[in-house]
């Protein structure tokens, strides 16, 4: 797979635009909040730099990078609710990569999510999908296996209203306010979300209150420990203010799947775009990678970026990163 599968250059400039000119125009009430690390609730951060007028800070116990301070919860659902870039993201730029991505990421994201389940002797009768978007993952699922309840839980009118059509069971509302489903799922799932939630502790807490005791979580998001965000850092496109704004390390996923109350946490990063992502910046930045010699020589070619690729998702050290986790007995 390559980046411009899943985010095509053309439609990915617009959208990186739009967030900015969303940033400045949706967020220029100045008031900031000062938040402890949304990892691991530590004090001890410091500023790592400003992108389109927010400020990120890097957490000294855990490393987790996190927009800080940051502007009030509603500023943000207001942001969400009829932004430029969000409603682009929902009306032009998915829709114009759904295919692909179902592919090349929904249908491998089925086949590695039952691989888990099965590795921890989970059976699915019951899955939520938190953050269900298109209802793309919900659909794969049900092919592979026909009989299971599925409950897509979806804030946005539009998306919630695709879930439906597709025959889902949807709660059209943000997680932290589900009523009814305490203790309801085997599994509940939640992919590409946890980087854009404001509280990140009651957000976790919530998808362990819908897990069945012996039930597992599972949540895909950015890692700040993996190559493409060490390496771009605040050039990063991932780094995206308003709507990135959680990148947890892998220490400060521990911390935080614990802090929730969860056990058994495992974390792997099965990413393949690192390398790609890293090459394009500096095809389109030359600077990006000025004296990193080696790091050039390592990437240029297809073979050795194939192999390096290879070696980052076994060892920790992919941007994207998948985590697992169980609800006590
Ligand atoms: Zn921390």
């Not at 002797?121 to 793309?136: N, P, S, W």
């Not at 502790?201 to 060490?230: E, K, N």
């Not at 496109?237 to 058994?264: C, K, M, T, W, Y």
């Amino acid at each position: 797979m390559k980046e411009n599968d899943i985010r095509p250059k053309a439609l990915l400039q617009r959208y990186i635009k739009m967030s900015a000119e969303d940033a400045e125009r949706h967020f220029a009430d100045n008031l900031r909040i000062d938040l402890p690390c949304v990892a691991c609730g530590g004090i001890e951060s410091v500023h790592a730099f400003d992108k389109h007028g927010f400020g990120y800070c890097r957490c000294n116990i855990c490393g987790t990078l996190y927009q800080n301070p940051r502007p009030s919860q509603a500023l943000f659902e207001a942001f969400y609710r009829n932004s430029e870039s969000s409603s682009y993201w929902a009306k032009v730029f998915f829709p114009a990569v759904a295919e692909a991505r179902r592919e090349k990421i929904f249908r491998p994201r089925v086949e590695r999510l039952s691989a888990m389940c099965e590795e921890s002797k989970i059976r699915v009768d019951r899955l939520i999908d938190v953050g269900a978007g298109y209802g793309l993952m919900l659909e794969e699922w049900r092919e592979k296996f026909p009989g299971a309840k599925l409950v897509a839980i979806e804030p946005s009118a539009d998306l919630a209203e695709k879930c439906r059509l597709k025959g889902f069971e949807v709660v059209e509302n943000i997680v932290e306010q589900v009523k009814r489903y305490d203790d309801f799922s085997d599994l509940v799932v939640c992919f590409e979300v946890l980087e854009h939630v404001y509280e990140p502790l009651s957000f976790l807490q919530t998808l362990h209150r819908l897990t069945r005791p012996g039930g597992m979580v599972v949540v895909s998001t950015l890692c700040i420990d993996g190559f493409d965000l060490q390496t771009l850092w605040e050039k990063s496109n991932q780094i995206s203010p308003p709507h990135h704004i959680n990148f947890l390390s892998v220490d400060g996923i521990h911390r935080l799947f614990s802090r929730a109350g969860l056990q058994d946490i495992k974390v792997t990063t099965p990413g393949l775009l690192d390398v790609d992502i890293v090459r394009n910046a500096s095809l389109q930045n030359p600077d990006i990678l000025n004296n990193q010699r080696f790091l050039k020589y390592l990437i240029e070619d297809d073979h050795r970026a194939k192999i390096f690729q290879r070696f980052l998702s076994v060892n920790q050290l992919s941007s994207h990163a998948w985590v697992s986790a169980i609800s006590p007995d």
